[in-house]
């Protein structure tokens, strides 16, 4: 199916517009994440003092709203506190200035223009000088400075993608609101755009339905955890959102110019729901709150008329709570087996003339779109909503690796790009044996910055249906905000460079330069990130035949200070500085760690290598 003109349009309106622009300056002066398109220094700088102002066009409350955050940003990094004022008639001296302009740039592009004594930062929406805003916190020192100085410099700057997101998965774990907030305000440093709450899971449903209140008195809570090793902890959780701070939510996410997508899971992963309303069922229950993590075989009953007068129930609310276009209806790993012993569910496919229960499932979520539409919303899924037939207006998730989405442009549906093999962030991001526990795979910095998200195998047409790029938190695992935050940066960081800056724009190396900036913003932050980066991984090349092996070694950091001892002993700021590839007799017992001011500089790493009989 393809989808009908106007939602084709809409959906296309989420993509940057096109402009020419010089080609990208090779300057390695500044450390701006992501990177801009276009950025040149200047001469002299512009230091801040008391005095300094920042000046905003009368009449534009958006604009007032984005003086005020880059006032408490300068103020979070340097103590020093700007007023903000109206523009006026007279030329501005000492004064960053925020304007409204006309401009080639698209709806999230800004034009900053830096000299001594000023500062003017210009786009055609308040998005972009928002933008413009966070670009300016990126200018100044990323330390702690009582001394704040802007650079001289002229950029021009656009995203490549329309679509630059994150997904917090609080079905499995509840995160409080203050953090939710907190989480927007790191995904605003970054110019992520937007934020995929994944409200709903067989493990608890996390927002508040009026007309179902045992959705929250009993489908939020569960009595344990299931944590490492399939062990259960006992202690229960729960929690859930109240439509208030719903809004509250979204209206601060609105604020920092991000979309709120909330996901209600259907027709799997929906335990949770049929616990506290079992007749939605095939089998009519009863069900208890799973604790234990996997996929689970009851789901909504697509043969019964009542599931879908309560899901339109259910987003019917959900709409009026969420005023972006779209809403994210799961589709995901739902299994078959009680469709297909379900008398309901199989008269609905004899009825309907399907073919099978993929089918019917592609009748589920078509159906669930019909109605969405009759809210002003559109619906997206993950890519198991391909099985059976595409909605006829749905945009696809593509997570089980790039396939799905391929797919998907290939029948001109819009396509989110979250490949679990370089967007799970949940994933191990550096060796197992020194990071926290984890689900499993291997993610690590550098592999999610070479990810380019418009597959080769698609045209130019194609192609423009890839609206953008996203990460993934999954929360089997990730049970505290502390670690939502160290399995999410830096890798956020090279995920959106990955979604703004121009596939020719990306330098690895430089990436990796203008990290060490950014380390020290998060540390500004507050944000507890991972060093793994830094963990130093061992390339080895065993010659059986002279008990010898060849060792390489590398991190994803910027020029690594990497010492190493061969003995098993730690090493330390004075043991050998790795330069080049060496070799080593066997057994032997190699430890490595990168440092910066005498200090190890992430964890140390080892490994040993035995003897080997050569055949």
Request: charged content about 20%; aromatic content about 10%.
């Amino acid at each position: 199916m393809k989808m009908n003109k106007l939602s084709r349009m809409l959906f296309l309106a989420l993509l940057p517009a096109t402009t020419a622009i010089a080609a990208p300056a090779a300057d390695t002066s500044f450390s701006v994440i992501p990177a801009p398109l276009h950025i040149q220094a200047g001469k002299g700088s512009f230091p801040l003092n008391r005095q300094t102002r920042i000046l905003v066009e009368a009449g534009s409350k958006d604009l007032q709203n984005v003086a005020k955050e880059l006032a408490a940003g300068i103020h979070r990094q340097s103590g020093l506190q700007l007023p903000v004022g109206a523009l006026g008639k007279m030329v501005p001296v000492n004064a960053i200035v925020l304007r409204l302009q006309a401009d080639t740039l698209g709806n999230e592009g800004y034009r900053l223009t830096v000299r001594p004594g000023l500062a003017t930062a210009s786009a055609s929406q308040p998005a972009g000088v928002f933008y413009a805003a966070q670009t300016i916190l990126q200018l100044l020192p990323a330390g702690p400075s009582k001394s704040p100085v802007l650079p001289a410099v002229t950029i021009a700057d656009k995203p490549r993608f329309g679509w630059r997101g994150l997904m917090l998965d609080v079905g499995r774990y509840y995160y409080p609101v203050d953090y939710i907030k907190q989480y927007i305000d790191y995904m605003a440093m970054h110019k992520l755009n937007t934020f995929h709450w994944h409200l709903t899971e067989d493990h608890g449903w996390r927002i508040e339905i009026k007309k179902y209140p045992r959705l929250t008195s009993v489908s939020a809570w569960r009595n344990g955890t299931q944590f490492t090793n399939n062990r259960v902890n006992d202690h229960p959780h729960g929690g859930f959102y109240t439509q208030e701070e719903v809004k509250e939510v979204v209206a601060y996410a609105q604020s920092k110019f991000i979309t709120v997508v909330p996901e209600i899971e259907m027709p799997g992963h929906s335990l949770s729901a049929l616990a506290a309303y079992p007749e939605l069922s095939c089998t009519g229950g009863p069900f208890e709150m799973p604790v234990k993590w996997g996929i689970q075989k009851d789901v909504y009953c697509a043969g019964n008329d009542k599931t879908f007068a309560f899901l339109e129930d259910v987003l019917t609310e959900v709409a009026a709570l969420f005023p972006g276009e779209i809403i994210h209806i799961g589709g995901d790993e739902c299994p078959k087996d009680r469709w297909k012993a379900c008398s309901r569910c199989q008269q609905r496919i004899k009825d309907n003339k399907l073919k099978d229960e993929h089918e019917l499932q592609s009748y589920f979520i078509t159906r669930i779109e019909q109605f969405l539409q009759t809210k002003g919303k559109r619906i997206i899924g993950w890519d198991e909503i391909l099985e059976g037939g595409l909605a006829p207006n749905a945009a696809v998730m593509s997570w089980r690796g790039t396939k799905g989405g391929i797919e998907a442009a290939r029948q001109l549906h819009p396509v989110v790009m979250t490949p679990n093999n370089f967007m799970y962030f949940d994933y191990y991001q550096g060796e197992a044996y020194l990071e926290p526990y984890c689900i499993g795979g291997f993610v690590p910095l550098r592999k999610v910055y070479e990810y380019e998200p418009v597959p080769a195998e698609l045209n130019a047409e194609e192609a423009k249906f890839i609206l953008g790029v996203q990460a993934n938190i999954w929360c089997e695992y990730i049970h505290s905000p502390e670690k939502a935050n160290y399995m999410t940066f830096p890798r956020a960081a090279a995920m959106a460079e990955t979604g703004w800056s121009s596939a020719g724009r990306k330098n690895w190396e430089d990436f990796t330069r203008r990290m060490e900036s950014q380390y020290l913003r998060y540390d500004n932050a507050g944000i507890g990130y991972a060093t793994s980066a830094y963990n130093v991984m061992f390339k080895v090349e065993t010659d059986s035949v002279r008990n010898k092996a060849r060792v390489t070694l590398q991190t994803d950091s910027y020029r690594p200070n990497i010492r190493y001892t061969t003995n098993g002993n730690e090493p330390t700021a004075t043991s050998a500085q790795y330069r080049q590839p060496f070799e080593v007799d066997l057994p032997v017992n190699i430890k490595a760690a990168v440092f910066q001011d005498n200090r190890v500089r992430g964890q140390v790493s080892g490994t040993a290598i035995l003897r080997k009989s050569a055949r």
